[in-house]
T-cell receptor
Framework: AQSVTQLGSHVSVSEGALVLLRCNYS??????LFWYVQYPNQGLQLLLK??????LVKGINGFEAEFKKSETSFHLTKPSAHMSDAAEYFC????????????FGKGTLLTVNP | EAEVAQSPRYKITEKSQAVAFWCDPI?????LYWYRQILGQGPELLVQ????????DSQLPKDRFSAERLKGVDSTLKIQPAELGDSAMYLC??????????????FGEGSRLTVL
């Protein structure tokens, strides 16, 4: 079984400030980890993914995430928030053992204040 | 840029009525998914197709929901009869077979259902 916990349903930052969105996962086999972004009334778009190899992964729009096996975490960061980053962010876990099915977290709504 | 097409974007219906959603995946994508996203929640997989075959429908409420992908291309998700608790966004996604190994799903804009 696999699961995802996103800490904080709502995160608010000022423009230019650090963005940190937290994600912890549970998986009985080596996980594949993802961050997706969803803008209002739209589908989800892949930000970045970790499958194997380098544990620090870079994605689109200046976001990056680090896979920490010992902490079962995959937190999303961006050094400087932009107004256009305001959206909902979903962490997801998948694995070969789950027939590649993705399990999503409940999401974190990011607001960026001017 | 190729996109996953879904229709209708919005649907309002009364309970006990039938509703249907349509999805056309990106050309060449063998794997198609239907997700349900309740307001304030993450997407939950309802059904996954590989070509025309169902791979996973363990979370599909089969007493009222049905899904088909007859020719392995576009797909239809039907609810009959609709209940108040079915109000949600229904998202379709597709991926290449190899994409499925890395979980890179391409999502449509979704169909928002409101049941009155």
């Amino acid at each position: 079984a696999q699961s995802v916990t996103q800490l904080g349903s709502h995160v608010s930052v000022s423009e230019g400030a650090l963005v940190l969105l937290r994600c912890n996962y549970s998986s009985s086999v080596p996980p594949y980890l993802f961050w997706y972004v969803q803008y209002p009334n739209q589908g989800l778009q892949l930000l970045l993914k970790y499958t194997t190899g380098a544990t620090l992964v870079k994605g689109i729009n200046g976001f990056e995430a680090e896979f920490k096996k010992s902490e079962t975490s995959f937190h999303l960061t961006k050094p400087s928030a932009h107004m256009s980053d305001a959206a909902e962010y979903f962490c997801a876990v998948g694995s070969r053992g789950s027939n590649y099915k993705l399990t999503f977290g409940k999401g974190t709504l990011l607001t960026v204040n001017p | 840029e190729a996109e996953v097409a879904q229709s209708p974007r919005y649907k309002i219906t009364e309970k006990s009525q039938a509703v249907a959603f349509w999805c056309d995946p990106i050309s060449g994508h063998a794997t198609l998914y239907w997700y349900r996203q309740i307001l304030g929640q993450g997407p939950e997989l309802l059904v996954q197709f590989q070509d025309e075959s169902v791979v996973d429908d363990s979370q599909l409420p089969k007493d009222r929901f049905s899904a088909e992908r007859l020719k392995g291309v576009d797909s239809t998700l039907k609810i009959q009869p609709a209940e108040l608790g079915d109000s949600a966004m229904y998202l379709c996604a597709s991926s290449l077979v190899t994409g499925a190994l890395t979980g890179e799903l391409f999502f449509g804009e979704g169909s928002r259902l409101t049941v009155l």
